[in-house]
């Protein structure tokens, strides 16, 4: 398996700008998670589901961040519209449902918003 | 709510020296246990884990004991090498593993020659 994969690698975009982040998780995990990470306040977890459907998004910073999970393969997280503050790596990890224990990360998306 | 604290980093340390960083938890119930660990550029994985009081978990020469009385979580290494320079995050799970894991803010680990 290639493990969690997450596009792009890289994102450099204007304040303003609808940025989209791409996840495909590890097949027949069944929970997904996003989170963020900063300097200033490590790994926040953002949102996740469970069988497609979300669970918790109480983590999501406002409503210019939204998440879809349409199949049990790919999930993407928006920011619309951007601002400089939310410059971050964003990671994708999936799991399997069950216990949650041992969470696959992807390699994240490094978001720059000038 | 559920919540993990580390030691703030940067901690440096010089090749074969002891490693030690703390972890404490709060939580209600028993949680397991866990230290995640992030090399440059990548994402977090598992090093290791403990799912009850007592416990030791122990993967590539780290280890770390539940501590259920001083409710720790510390993650200790006898003899450091170059390689292990990375972040390690501290993490619980709880309420049967329904919410995920909750991650401590992460401690940069630098280890010279």
């Known amino acids: 398996d290639a493990g969690v994969i997450q596009s792009p690698r890289h994102e450099v975009t204007e304040m303003g700008q609808e940025v989209t982040l791409r996840c495909k998780p590890i097949?027949?995990?069944?929970?997904l998670f996003w989170y963020r990470q900063t300097m200033m306040r490590g790994l926040e977890l953002l949102i996740y589901f469970n069988n497609n459907v979300p669970i918790d998004d109480s983590g999501m910073p406002e409503d210019r961040f939204s998440a879809k999970m349409p199949n049990a393969s790919f999930s993407t997280l928006k920011i619309q519209p951007s601002e400089p503050r939310d410059s971050a790596v964003y990671f994708c990890?999936?799991?399997?449902?069950?216990?949650?224990?041992?969470?696959?990360f992807g390699s994240g998306t490094q978001l720059s918003v000038l | 709510g559920d919540s993990v604290t580390q030691m703030e980093g940067p901690v440096t340390l010089s090749e074969e020296a002891f490693l030690t960083i703390n972890c404490t938890y709060t939580?209600?119930?028993?949680?397991?246990l866990f230290w995640y660990v992030q090399y440059p550029g990548e994402g977090l994985q598992l090093l290791l884990k403990?799912?009850?009081?007592?416990d030791k978990g122990s993967n590539k020469g780290f280890e770390a004991t539940y501590r259920k009385e001083t409710t720790s979580f510390h993650l200790e290494k006898g003899s450091v090498q170059v390689s292990d320079s990375a972040v390690y995050f501290c993490?619980?799970?709880?309420?049967?593993?329904?919410?995920?894991?909750?991650f401590g803010k992460g401690t940069h680990l630098i280890i010279q020659p």
């Open positions: 990890a999936s799991g399997d449902g069950s216990t949650n224990e041992k969470l696959f």
């Open positions: 993490a619980l799970l709880a309420g049967g593993g329904a919410d995920g894991l909750t």
């Open positions: 097949s027949g995990h069944n929970s």
């Open positions: 939580a209600t119930g028993y949680p397991s």
């Open positions: 403990a799912t009850k009081a007592d």
